[in-house]
């Protein structure tokens, strides 16, 4: 029951979580500006007066509404500390549309507009697999293994989210590697800085001073860009939408397993709020995720805003419910204003980029951190699919460079040079869901659940038949020799089954990692609205 309790908007710590969270979310759309312009051509007018004004709507929306969420909380328990779940654009779904759906498309077309259409109906897609999570997303859970769901996390992390950032990093390392090393001290250790200075912001304007001093940065640019401040307000794009949407089999590979791990890294978000003491209904954040794709995508950005990991860490910074509304307001305003342009001059992206790799590792890490040991290898297998992905991008991306491609130089000449064309095209397709499959195999054989395995294989097998892994596109017996392949396995697990063997026993890690994802019974859930 609602009390009538005084809540401030705005509180002391909220300075400290409004920049540290704030600076996150400005690097993330520094980020995705930069590959929209850099890597999928797209025109400042696409980008400054469409995409990111339809991003800014997203992120205001979607914020002010969470902070809506932790002032009712607030109320309904009767106390003032309650923290906003964090919210923007997602890391690994940014990196995702631009280098595994945008960009293939404009390499082939050399149009930029249709990578743009194809963009914005896997955002549409993803929006819609989140809205379905809502109400089966804790079924998925219940049965995959944490190792696979988050190993193929790692995956994406290590290949599409560190990588670039990583190369980049090191082309101009003496003002990266100082803002990198800033950035772990501050928020790998228990160091602050003196008067609590917030260290994303402390590193940022350390790398900007070092670009500028050193030489690194182009005035010129800086005078450009500021011509191009004006004022923009976001238009519904469907034709833009459902033009995409005409052609929208080859988007299912991915789209449906990042849906399922939007919802699934959804429920582990509010799970980690509410081991924080703030516990909030899985299915009023999961419905607010989804539509806040599909409004997004509708209005022209193809880039899926979710609940973002950390919320007890900017609840530990002090953040209650001012410093995610402010945040969404301050980067909307940004966007409207086309500012980022002028902020891309500014900042150098050495600057820029080394939170993006911290985030990186933190992701990986977590695949290890918190699944059992004995699940390590099937961390590790889940793994490999997401990085043969990225291995085939890069072979395919330095070709066409070269004006040419695979087909053209051939297997033959690619093999007698150590690389292994095919096989890695065949195991990199629909990467997430196969790293998904794939690990949930493994991880169930260690625990010696064969039946289990053999369930997974089977699943394999299927979605191997019908192409949505280890397939170029969707088609009935689309690659039938690797379907072939997981029924193989799902026979070998089926017999060892008969056995009947004693499933491994836990071990005390795994033990512990149970009790603290064991809901609080004296936490009383919120309930869902829209």
Known sequence: METSLKIPWWVRGDTNAFFGFGVNVLVNVLTLTALCLGVVKLSEHDVFHAILPALGIALVVGNVYYTFLARRL???ENRTDVTALPYGPSVPHMFIVIFVIMLPVYLKTQDATKAWKA???WAFIIG????????????????APRAALLGTLAGISITFISMLPAAR?????WVALPVFALLLIGLLTDTKLPGNFPIGLAALLLGTAIGWIGGAMDGNAVSTAAHEIGFAIPGVHLDLLFSGLSDVAPLLATAIPLGVYNFTEGMSNVESAAAAGDNYNLRSVLLADGAGAIIGSALGSPFPPAVYVGHPGWKKAGGRNGYSMAT???IAL???????????AILPMPAIVPIL????????????QFTPKAHAAAVIAALIPNIAQWATSQIDNSLAAAGTTATKVGEA???????VYSGLLTLGQGAILAGLVFGSIVAFVIDKRFIHAAVFAVAGALLSFVGLIHAEQIAWNADGPVALGYLFIAAVCGLFALTRPAPRPKDPDELELDRLESPSPASSPEPATV
């Open 334 to 344: 940004l966007c409207f204003l086309s500012m980022f342009g002028l902020l891309g």
């Open 413 to 419: 000449a690619l093999e007698g040079n150590g690389v």
């Open 128 to 143: 819609v697999i989140v809205l379905i999570g809502a109400f089966v997303g804790p079924y998925i859970r219940k049965y």
């Open 119 to 121: 963009g914005l109906a």
């Open 328 to 330: 969404g307001i301050v």
């Open 169 to 173: 990093m090191w082309n101009l390392a």
């Open 74 to 76: 607030a109320r309904r």
């Open 357 to 368: 790799l911290y985030i990186g590792l933190l992701i990986g890490a977590q695949a290890f």
